[in-house]
Nanobody
Framework: QVQLVESGGGLVQAGGSLRLSCAAS????????TGWYRQAPGNQRELVAL???????NYADSVKGRFTISRDNAKNTVYLRMNSLKPEDTGVYYC?????????WGQGTQVTVSS
């Protein structure tokens, strides 16, 4: 099992920044990718950013140039730096890892961007 704990969410004005953290523990050997997803009320959960074990990254078009995903292997932590936040970035942000054939999810952290 893998345990994921997200932190760093909050309320911020449009144009502001936040940094989310996702700390992994447990059976972390074999984790291939870590992703940040978000879900706004009434919407489906969507991919925001991915980072592979070798550092390759992918971003949703809506966040390219504003968000940066990174990892600190020594701390087993993945970060999501979010700049130039917009009201449409509001939602619950979830961290997820793919370990072999199984996906694990965190409990989520709320991000609210006011206009």
């Amino acid at each position: 099992q893998v345990q994921l704990v997200e932190s760093g969410g909050g309320l911020v004005q449009a144009g502001g920044s936040l940094r989310l953290s996702c700390a992994a523990s447990g059976s972390i050997f074999g984790i291939r990718t870590t992703g940040w997803y978000r879900q706004a009320p009434g919407n489906q959960r969507e991919l925001v950013a991915l980072i592979s074990s070798d550092g390759n990254t992918n971003y949703a078009d809506s966040v390219k140039g504003r968000f940066t995903i990174s990892r600190d292997n020594a701390k087993n932590t993945v970060y999501l730096r979010m700049n130039s936040l917009k009201p449409e970035d509001t939602g619950v942000y979830y961290c997820s890892v793919q370990r072999f054939a199984t996906a694990f999810w965190g409990q989520g952290t709320q991000v609210t961007v006011s206009s």
